[in-house]
């Protein structure tokens, strides 16, 4: 295993040195290693075997990193209609674990684990979670849902080869969240961003100040896009350190990418994964800056390697060396998924532009919701958005702020939603990833 034999010096930046300081040249030539290795073991899956065969391609047409644009994409219908074990590369006995999403609109996709497949990914939840400054000594909460998501698991396992006292907390039931935070001394949580926000409501309420009161000092945020605003909000409103964490079932789970504590960009690990970001129209590869669709090859997985996945997640290379001694590609913050997107009177638009500027104002809360409907005049966006308790009376300073606010987001968006101030508390929450655009409008427009 990876890890095996390093000895742990707490004041070490570094999980992994030996990986995480190569230099651009030695990850391209592990990388080159393990994508061949990939495509050979690929070839005990069906699907990639016959993949290989429509498009005339042997492993040994693989012979560079740029050879990878020889190979066809895999999507998410594929493992939709492969479903539930079609492309796995392993016989079923020597799986030991399944994680499935949620299926909503389909077949749900299922990922099958080796015990290598589990330990890598523990590792690279582990390697993360130290390269932010958690040590042995530190007190870690999860309050993911345990289960299918793979935020749960993940995060426990990956907390646990660190070597953190780990609170499996679970979704939801914030006094008890509270408390564990409280009684056990927990240093770190895992936590969605809109689900801190709510945490921090019950806190006030509770009359419990996260600063004097709670010895947290370090936030995992991740699963849902949120805006640099939001984030720094959190980072506030605690007193606590936010870093962004990304990762994907298909990929593993959480672990895929994470913030260093420049927080400037996520590095995403390239020994364990090879980024490309495509242009989702032509598939061609974008130049770094310039936002596209992120593809991703895994380069250590077992039982169910996927190539050039497309993953509909949006977003741009920021850079490829950091002030932190990391190497690995830094990608910035997700913009959404492709499917996120809004199509409004021909303007297209994602959630976290809305987001961005409602949290520009000090008057609103971090919760809001955007609904879409059809009238005579075509589409409409109507943005509910929360207040902070302190603005609720005055009559002509809301009337004003809403007037503030809808402008602000006409500059941003090019159209101009109504604006709904709403009393704190009263739009929905949900436990797991939130719910922010509800698309009420005609399908016979
Ligand atoms: P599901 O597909 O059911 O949502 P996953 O848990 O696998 O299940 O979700 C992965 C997706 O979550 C990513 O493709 C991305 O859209 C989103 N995501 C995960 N982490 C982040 C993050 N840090 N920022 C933005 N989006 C994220
Ligand atoms: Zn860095």
């Given at each position: ?47 990639y075997?016959?993949?290989?065969e ?20 895999t ?19 020597k ?31 582990a ?32 907390a646990?080869?660190?070597?953190m ?42 009359g ?59 590095h ?31 380069l ?33 913050r ?18 976290i532009?809305?987001e ?32 902070e ?11 004003n ?22 009393a ?22």
């Amino acid at each position: 295993m990876e890890n095996e034999g390093i000895k742990r010096d707490y004041g070490c930046e570094y999980f992994n040195p030996e990986v995480e300081t190569l230099s651009r040249g030695e990850i391209e030539a592990l990388q080159l290693k393990r994508l061949r290795e990939t495509v050979q073991h690929c070839m005990n899956s069906a699907f990639y075997r016959s993949r290989f065969e429509e498009a005339g391609l042997t492993p040994d047409d693989i012979r560079t990193l740029d050879d990878l644009r020889k190979i066809p994409f895999t999507t998410k219908q594929d493992l939709r209609d492969t479903y539930p074990f079609g492309t796995a590369s392993v016989p079923l006995e020597k799986c030991v674990r399944l994680h499935s999403s949620s299926g909503t609109t389909g077949n749900p996709t299922v990922i099958l684990h080796t015990d290598r497949d589990l330990d890598e990914w523990a590792n690279q939840v582990a390697r993360n979670l130290w390269m932010v400054g958690l040590r042995p000594t530190d007190v870690f909460q999860n309050s993911s849902g345990y289960g299918m998501f793979t935020g749960g698991l993940g995060f426990q396992y990956g907390a646990e080869k660190l070597g953190m006292l780990t609170v499996p907390a679970a979704a939801g039931n914030s006094l008890r969240q509270i408390k564990f935070i409280k009684d056990f001394g927990t240093t770190a949580v895992h936590a969605v961003p809109s689900y801190l926000t709510r945490l921090k409501e019950v806190m006030d309420q509770e009359g419990v100040d996260p600063r004097r009161d709670t010895k947290l000092r370090i936030f995992a945020i991740g699963a849902e896009p949120h805006s640099e605003e939001q984030r720094r909000r959190i980072e506030e409103m605690f007193g606590v350190k936010a870093y962004n964490s990304f990762g994907m079932s298909e990929m593993c789970g959480p672990g895929v990418g994470f913030e260093c504590k420049e927080q400037n960009g996520l590095h995403f690990w390239e020994d364990y994964y090879i980024v490309e970001i495509v242009d989702p129209e032509t598939l061609e590869p974008v130049p770094d800056g310039e936002i596209g669709e992120l593809v991703l090859t895994t380069l250590r997985r077992e039982a169910m390697p996927l190539l050039r996945y497309r993953t509909r997640d949006l977003t741009r290379v920021l850079g490829r060396s950091c002030p932190c001694g990391r190497n690995h590609v830094r990608i910035d913050r997700m913009r959404g998924r492709s499917d996120d997107m809004m199509v409004l009177k021909g303007v297209n638009i994602f959630p976290i532009q809305i987001e961005k500027i409602l949290m520009q104002f000090p008057e609103l809360a971090s919760n809001y919701l955007i609904t879409l409907t059809t009238d005579n005049n075509g589409d409409n966006m109507t943005v509910e958005v929360e207040l902070e308790e302190l603005f609720t009376d005055d009559y002509v300073g809301l009337q004003n702020l809403a007037k503030s606010v809808q402008r602000a987001l006409k500059d941003e968006i090019l159209l101009t939603p109504y604006v709904k101030l709403v009393a704190k508390g009263s739009l929905p929450q949900s436990e797991g990833k939130a719910v922010r655009v509800v698309d009420k409008r005609s399908v016979y427009k």
